[in-house]
């Protein structure tokens, strides 16, 4: 995500953090280089220009902080604008009424059908109650797609094959969103591969028929500042609320989310991160930047590891950690949570300088790795998880045809894991020592208690 414009602006940073002091002259230097990563990135010309200049105006101003170095203020400066400029904070959706209306709106293949799902999933994990609403009455493969998402989330849908009045499928949907008490609907509109006039007369009439609370304009993040005139253009129609920007995960550059909030004043309110229905995030401001400064975002590394681990199930890991009684089902279940997580690559770019592994490692063997691993282990039986020590040579060649490896395979995994135990007996011995001298607590680091 955004790796071109990050790998520019490491660059700038590292002769910034050189500089002894702030003066005109290295400033306007530094600022010209950031100018030029914004433009790579297809930053509008208006919004680099104006964004230079800000910088610079409070660069110049600023009394330096005598316990911080000048170059590390500058960098302070520029991820404070780079936040203000993504919108400074979480927009979140406007769903007071009941049933609230949402409307999907963009051109042809920006995702809307696919967001539509991962908005209704999403949406569920907040309590609500959505209902999507097929109204794109010109792709036929819209309509399909959209009800296996509304089954695969578990969420009702209103799919009208053969209609061609949108209206009327519009109506429907009410009476369905008051009978299945549903709270939020999800309309599914058309696009076009260009904006074109019957297009925006159908979305104003469904529009001024819905009245929605939420007017979303769904972008490819890869088209970079072509987006945002396409945002003015639907904005001039519709009076968007705010957008969705997909396929971050694969924009290298930036464009479009650094120029949004700029160019329109609205600003983008989910991000679309990958294919599958998890991948789709409400959009931080403050946790971008710091993604695209090359400094992690911890914050919701934690929330998807809280998502992924269940408290208790954690507790009862920890307990058996100290005792030095973890098993490969324990392990299994510990890779499978990690997978759960998200990719390693999406992992990678969440932790603070993970995006420079992810630009010269070859992920690809991390995940190869794993999925060996995970295959292994399933193809023992409930016995040689629990009880290694009974893995003989005729049972190991058993898992290693199984699951496809080799028995060398299956050896190096045992290897690991033993060692793995052994180090973790070492670990609850030590921890209940700290624990009897009254530190630590008797638990281990990064286990939900320990301070």
Same mark, same amino acid.
């Given at each position: 995500?955004?790796?071109?414009?990050?790998?520019?602006?490491?660059?700038?940073?590292?002769?910034?953090?050189?500089?002894?002091?702030?003066?005109?002259?290295?400033?306007?230097?530094?600022?010209?280089?950031?100018?030029?990563?914004?433009?790579?990135?297809?930053?509008?010309?208006?919004?680099?220009?104006?964004?230079?200049?800000?910088?610079?105006?409070?660069?110049?101003?600023?009394?330096?902080?005598?316990?911080?170095?000048?170059?590390?203020?500058?960098?302070?400066?520029?991820?404070?604008?780079?936040?203000?400029?993504?919108?400074?904070?979480?927009?979140?959706?406007?769903?007071?009424?009941?049933?609230?209306?949402?409307?999907?709106?963009?051109?042809?293949?920006?995702?809307?059908?696919?967001?539509?799902?991962?908005?209704?999933?999403?949406?569920?994990?907040?309590?609500?109650?959505?209902?999507?609403?097929?109204?794109?009455?010109?792709?036929?493969?819209?309509?399909?797609?959209?009800?296996?998402?509304?089954?695969?989330?578990?969420? #009702? !849908?209103?799919? *009208?094959?053969?209609?061609?009045? =949108?209206?009327?499928?519009? +109506?429907? &949907?009410?009476? /369905?969103?008051?009978?299945?008490?549903?709270?939020?609907?999800?309309?599914?509109?058309?696009?076009?591969?260009?904006?074109?006039?019957?297009?925006?007369?159908?979305?104003?009439?469904?529009?001024?028929?819905?009245?929605?609370?939420?007017?979303?304009?769904?972008?490819?993040?890869?088209?970079?500042?072509?987006?945002?005139?396409?945002?003015?253009?639907?904005?001039?129609?519709?009076?968007?609320?705010?957008?969705?920007?997909?396929?971050?995960?694969?924009?290298?550059?930036?464009?479009?989310?650094?120029?949004?909030?700029?160019?329109?004043?609205?600003?983008?309110?989910?991000?679309?991160?990958?294919?599958?229905?998890?991948?789709?995030?409400?959009?931080?401001?403050?946790?971008? #930047? !710091?993604?695209? *400064?090359?400094?992690?975002?911890? =914050?919701?590394?934690?929330? +998807?590891? &809280?998502?992924? /681990?269940?408290?208790?199930?954690?507790?009862?890991?920890?307990?058996?950690?100290?005792?030095?009684?973890?098993?490969?089902?324990?392990?299994?279940?510990?890779?499978?949570?990690?997978?759960?997580?998200?990719?390693?690559?999406?992992?990678?770019?969440?932790?603070?300088?993970?995006?420079?592994?992810?630009?010269?490692?070859?992920?690809?063997?991390?995940?190869?790795?794993?999925?060996?691993?995970?295959?292994?282990?399933?193809?023992?039986?409930?016995?040689?998880?629990?009880?290694?020590?009974?893995?003989?040579?005729?049972?190991?060649?058993?898992?290693?045809?199984?699951?496809?490896?080799?028995?060398?395979?299956?050896?190096?995994?045992?290897?690991?894991?033993?060692?793995?135990?052994?180090?973790?007996?070492?670990?609850?011995?030590?921890?209940?020592?700290?624990?009897?001298?009254?530190?630590?607590?008797?638990?281990?680091?990064?286990?939900?208690?320990?301070?």
């Amino acid at each position: 995500m955004f790796e071109s414009l990050s790998g520019k602006l490491k660059g700038v940073f590292r002769d910034l953090r050189g500089l002894g002091k702030i003066s005109e002259t290295n400033v306007s230097e530094s600022l010209r280089d950031v100018r030029m990563a914004l433009l790579e990135a297809d930053v509008n010309f208006k919004v680099a220009k104006a964004f230079i200049g800000r910088v610079k105006e409070k660069a110049l101003g600023e009394k330096v902080i005598q316990s911080i170095q000048p170059g590390q203020q500058m960098i302070k400066i520029i991820n404070d604008e780079l936040v203000d400029l993504l919108g400074s904070t979480n927009a979140g959706l406007d769903l007071d009424a009941l049933p609230s209306s949402i409307m999907m709106v963009g051109l042809h293949g920006a995702g809307k059908t696919t967001s539509s799902g991962k908005l209704a999933r999403l949406l569920v994990k907040k309590g609500k109650k959505p209902l999507l609403v097929a109204a794109d009455v010109y792709r036929p493969a819209a309509m399909d797609q959209l009800e296996t998402l509304a089954q695969q989330v578990e969420v #009702a !849908s209103v799919v *009208l094959r053969g209609e061609k009045d =949108v209206l009327k499928i519009a +109506k429907q &949907a009410k009476k /369905v969103a008051t009978a299945e008490n549903c709270d939020v609907m999800i309309f599914d509109t058309a696009g076009r591969l260009q904006i074109d006039e019957p297009l925006v007369q159908e979305l104003v009439r469904l529009r001024d028929l819905i009245k929605p609370q939420e007017t979303l304009l769904v972008l490819d993040a890869a088209t970079g500042q072509e987006a945002v005139n396409v945002a003015s253009h639907f904005d001039e129609a519709l009076s968007l609320t705010g957008a969705i920007l997909t396929k971050l995960d694969g924009d290298a550059r930036g464009g479009a989310a650094l120029s949004m909030k700029e160019v329109t004043g609205k600003a983008i309110k989910f991000a679309g991160v990958g294919e599958k229905l998890d991948e789709f995030e409400e959009f931080h401001p403050e946790r971008m #930047a !710091s993604r695209i *400064l090359g400094m992690g975002d911890v =914050v919701s590394l934690v929330e +998807k590891a &809280a998502e992924a /681990v269940d408290e208790e199930d954690a507790r009862k890991l920890e307990e058996k950690m100290r005792k030095g009684a973890f098993t490969l089902e324990d392990f299994l279940q510990q890779l499978q949570q990690m997978k759960q997580m998200g990719s390693l690559e999406s992992l990678l770019g969440m932790m603070p300088g993970g995006s420079d592994i992810v630009a010269n490692a070859d992920l690809s063997k991390g995940e190869k790795e794993f999925r060996r691993m995970e295959g292994i282990i399933c193809s023992m039986t409930q016995l040689e998880r629990k009880r290694p020590n009974v893995l003989n040579a005729s049972r190991r060649k058993r898992i290693a045809a199984g699951s496809g490896t080799t028995v060398a395979e299956v050896n190096t995994l045992l290897k690991t894991f033993a060692r793995m135990q052994k180090m973790m007996k070492k670990m609850g011995k030590f921890q209940k020592m700290m624990g009897k001298l009254g530190g630590g607590g008797g638990m281990m680091p990064g286990m939900p208690g320990f301070r």
